[in-house]
């Protein structure tokens, strides 16, 4: 075989691969597209959807309702892991961080709960790890962060209902 022949037939065959690849390309992009935006970006919108209600139910005093919206929240999250795989690796490491940001404030939501209504120590209090929640060093920073403010409105909420259900005194100043 001449080196003349075997350029042709690799320069044809090329041509032939990327015909190929264009016509499967629009599919493969529109799979793509529509994955992202049901499974991907509707599973974030529900991750961060039931982290909301945890603290809705902490508020409210109702540690059990507030524990089964976690649970919801951890199984989409882990469904959500799932369906990254197929989309391109930033867009995927993005939402991996967001939803596992939610999920981080979620669960400090509920750790911190006893403390807050004076049930434990706040000494006591045990943060949870980055491999504990399988989510990045990044989310579980932002999720810590992101809760300092949660933690003030929980605190301030769970004061009130203290002071109207007649288990803590107003202060006089």
């Not at 001449?2 to 016509?23: V, Y």
């Amino acid at each position: 075989m001449s080196k003349e022949n075997a350029l042709t037939d690799l320069e044809s065959g090329a041509t032939e691969a990327l015909i190929a690849a264009s016509k499967d390309f629009v599919e493969f992009f529109e799979e793509q597209r529509k994955h992202y935006g049901h499974h991907c970006l509707g599973g974030l919108r529900l991750v961060s959807r039931y982290s909301h209600r945890v603290f809705r139910y902490l508020g409210r005093g109702n540690l059990v309702e507030a524990q089964v919206e976690f649970s919801y929240c951890q199984k989409q999250y882990d469904e959500l892991l799932e369906h990254l795989e197929i989309i391109p690796g930033l867009l995927a490491m993005e939402i991996k961080n967001d939803a596992g940001q939610e999920l981080c404030e979620a669960v400090l939501g509920l750790r911190f709960y006893p403390a807050l209504t004076g049930k434990m120590d706040i000494n006591d209090v045990v943060l949870p790890t980055c491999d504990e929640l399988k989510i990045t060093p990044q989310a579980w920073l932002g999720g810590v962060a992101d809760f300092s403010s949660e933690l003030s409105k929980l605190a301030e909420v769970i004061h009130g209902r203290q002071i109207r259900y007649g288990k803590l005194a107003m202060s006089a100043s």
